[in-house]
């Protein structure tokens, strides 16, 4: 593990609480949910649909420990900015969320410093009480929701009531034993990581923080997840650049080797691409 002593600037108000929760876009809200509650622990936790009110989206909620994930999905097919981002991405997260205190304020300081708001704060309530939210857009088409509990008691948020159905088979599985959100990994394109590092210490004064951890796997493999196989060539790779390492242990030079790995076989499968101005996809 590398980490970085120098914090940055101290903001002058608001603060990052924690991570609250992601959210899926996905093409099956409710087939996803049960996925992660039967492959990775998860349990059902909230809801959002039909039968709350909600007549646009679906979103089921599901929770391990301090881990909430809520997977959406668009309940007509008109819905055109969802529909588009599972053409351009598939099933993945659109939406890092934190927890936060003086929203107002941190919106305001991001703007100041160049980031976009893609929703200004607004205030949704229910009998439970308030919640504060604001959208900043980050990296790709990803977004931060920063959430600010205005006292509120409720289950999740405003407009999310108890699940329809909780299945009793769960109790039944091993537990999967994963605790909280460590850190979330932005995939960035040749040469961009460093720009988008800087807009978080810009835009939202974060500071640079480095953390590896690889735990809790046996028990996923025994609930039946499947693990994405590495190709031999990484382990290739990851010889020739250990051997000029001056630093042992996984650092950005063996994710490097990881993703170089993966695109090497990709390519012996024919499924690499070249995305063209124009958004088009050749094959290589």
């Given at each position: ?13 608001g603060q990052f609480l924690h991570f609250h929760s992601l959210t899926f876009w996905v093409g099956n809200a ?48 008109g819905n055109q900015e969802m529909g588009e981002h599972l053409v351009k991405h598939g099933d993945g997260v ?191």
């Open positions: 593990m590398t980490t970085y002593t120098d914090k940055g600037e101290k903001p002058e108000r409710k087939q996803a949910a049960s996925f992660y509650c039967n492959k990775m622990g998860f349990e059902e936790f909230a809801y959002r649909g039909l039968e709350t009110g909600s007549r646009e989206v679906a979103s089921h909620v599901v929770k391990q420990d301090k881990i909430i994930f809520v997977f959406s999905s668009a309940l007509n097919p659109k939406d890092i969320a934190f927890e936060v205190e003086d929203c107002d304020f941190i919106v305001q300081k991001a703007r100041e410093r160049g980031a976009k708001i893609v929703k200004e704060p607004w205030i949704e309530e229910d009998k439970y009480g308030k919640v504060k939210f604001a959208i900043v857009q980050t990296y790709g088409d990803t977004t931060h929701t920063l959430i600010e509990k205005l006292n509120y008691k409720g289950l999740f948020l405003p407009g999310f009531e108890s699940p329809l159905f909780k299945d009793p088979l769960l109790k039944k599985l091993p537990p999967a034993k994963l605790n909280f959100i460590d850190h979330v990994v932005g995939n960035q394109p040749d040469q961009e990581m460093v720009p988008v590092a800087e807009w978080y210490q810009r835009s939202l004064l974060f500071h640079r923080f480095w953390s590896v951890d690889d735990k809790q796997i046996t028990n996923l493999k025994e609930r039946g997840l499947e693990f994405m196989s590495v190709p031999s060539t990484y382990y290739q790779q990851l010889r020739e650049r250990l051997k000029s390492a001056k630093i042992k242990g996984f650092g950005a030079g063996n994710f490097k080797s990881l993703f170089e790995a993966i695109e090497a076989d990709q390519d012996a499968r024919g499924n690499l691409t070249i995305l063209t101005p124009n958004g088009e996809s050749n094959v290589m």
